[in-house]
C-alpha cells in the first residue's frame, strides 16, 4: 500500500535552516509528482510547493518562493524540502503528497517549529 514518512523536523531558530524527507513506498514513485504542505496551529492546510516526477520543474506558494527548494531523488523514492531563513510563522506541521489514480495519500507529517 502507499506509505509516506516524513522525517526531520524539529525546533529551529529564526533564521535557521532544515531539510525535511519523504520517503515513499508501495508505487512507482519515479512517475507521479510529489507536493508538500503545511498545517499551523488553528490554520488550514496550505500548500507549499511540487515537483514533477522527473524533478524537472517546481513550483512553490508565494510566501516560500527564495526561501524553500523541493528536491528528489527517484532512486531512494525521496523528496525533500530544503527550508531556509525560517521565521516563527513557518511554525507547522509539514505534509507530503501523492496523488494516485484519482486517490490523495498523505504522510503522517513532521513537526516544525521556529523559535528563540
Known amino acids: 500500500q502507499v506509505q509516506l514518512v516524513e522525517s526531520g523536523g524539529g525546533l529551529v531558530q529564526p533564521g535557521g535552516s532544515l531539510r525535511l524527507s519523504c520517503a515513499a513506498s508501495?508505487?512507482?514513485?519515479?512517475?507521479?509528482?510529489m507536493s508538500w504542505y503545511r498545517q499551523a496551529p488553528g490554520k488550514e492546510r496550505e500548500l507549499v510547493g511540487s515537483?514533477?516526477?522527473?524533478?524537472?520543474?517546481?513550483n512553490y506558494a508565494d510566501s516560500m518562493k527564495g526561501r524553500f527548494t523541493i528536491s528528489r531523488d527517484n532512486a531512494k523514492n525521496t523528496v525533500y524540502l530544503q527550508m531556509n531563513s525560517l521565521k516563527p510563522e513557518d511554525t507547522a506541521v509539514y505534509y507530503c503528497?501523492?496523488?494516485?489514480?484519482?486517490?490523495?495519500?498523505w504522510g503522517q507529517g513532521t513537526q516544525v517549529t521556529v523559535s528563540s
Open positions: 515537483i514533477t516526477s522527473t524533478g524537472g520543474s517546481t
Open positions: 508501495g508505487f512507482t514513485f519515479s512517475i507521479y509528482a
Open positions: 503528497k501523492v496523488v494516485r489514480r484519482g486517490i490523495h495519500y
